[in-house]
């Protein structure tokens, strides 16, 4: 690997490391997740006639993360929150998974 690759990899790393510190410091405001399936719902088909996406845990938690963080390179976001659910415990785990159905349930009664 030449010197300008390794300075992006680096680069990247330290970004994902610091947003990954500033969701631990702050972990309060996501575990648990203190949105409900409607609100989520309203925000996922706001100003479209339906949503097809089909949510998870994962994209649920990228969700509440992005409405706080100002984050521009989207695979430093996806990488940071993705280790930032690695934390969780398996009942915030499971919070998330139950707030996911919810929102599907929505998704497919709008249908």
Avoid: C
């Avoid at 330290?14 to 309203?42: C, D, K, W």
């Avoid at 089909?54 to 992005?66: G, H, P």
């Avoid at 695979?75 to 707030?99: C, H, I, S, W």
């Amino acid at each position: 690997m030449n010197q300008a690759n390794s300075q992006v990899v680096n680069s990247f790393h330290e970004e994902v490391a610091r947003l990954l510190q500033q969701l631990v410091a702050n972990r309060h405001q996501y575990f648990p997740n203190r949105s409900t399936a409607v609100r989520i719902h309203g925000e996922l088909t706001r100003g479209r006639p339906y949503n097809r996406m089909r949510m998870n845990r994962r994209k649920l938690l990228r969700f509440s993360v992005a409405t706080s963080v100002q984050i521009t390179d989207w695979r430093v976001f996806n990488r940071a929150v993705d280790l930032f659910m690695d934390t969780a415990t398996p009942q915030e785990k499971l919070g998330y998974a139950l707030l996911a159905e919810e929102v599907n349930t929505l998704i497919r009664r709008r249908r």
